[in-house]
């Protein structure tokens, strides 16, 4: 029988989750499966991958065939890592304790890679976020400035229109007094 390792597809509309399985190669995408070997979820930044190793390289030695996305799934994971050190162990080229010492070595270089990238992404979002903050707080004092001139013309417009209204009320009285001297 023919074996395929696929996706078996979940989740709502415009929302997939994805189950890796291993499938006939005549079952339906989302039908009968021989053995669930994983999750995908692409949804997530990084896509998120929960995969039983061990299951997914017995598969692949015993000569089931991924999709292709599911062969870029497994190779990021280092399924195929580890099947080309086995056959190096089968051929004699090394011992297994080496080839399991390579596969470490690799997946520690991959590991690192990966934390230097989140950390690069982490520290891009740290300074678009503070530059996002300093044009806010920019914004934020002219339109505190504009605020503060409008205010000061509004003041400075009602104490004019105080000022002529006081100098008429206190004219009159000035006048009077001069007046009585005047008549005096």
Known sequence: ???????????????????IVIADVRAPRDGKFIEKIGTYNPNTNPATVDLKFDRALDWVMKGAQPTDTVRNILSREGVYMKKHLMGG????????????AKFEAWKNNKQ???????????????????????????????????????KA???????????????????????APAAEAAAE
Not at 128 to 138: G, P
Not at 153 to 175: G, V
Request: net charge negative.
């Open 1 to 19: 029988m023919a074996t395929k390792i696929r996706l078996q597809r979940h989740g709502r509309k415009s929302y997939a989750f994805y189950s």
């Open 89 to 100: 162990v089968a051929k004699g080229a090394f011992g297994e304790a080496e080839a399991d």
């Open 112 to 150: 690192s890679g990966l934390a230097a990238l989140k950390a690069k992404d982490e520290e891009a979002k740290k300074a678009e976020a503070k530059a996002r903050l300093e044009a806010e707080k920019k914004v934020n004092a002219e339109k505190a400035k504009a605020l503060a001139e409008k």
């Open 153 to 175: 013309a509004e003041e400075a417009e009602k104490a004019a229109a105080e000022a002529p209204a006081e100098e008429a009320t206190e004219a009159p009285a000035e006048e």
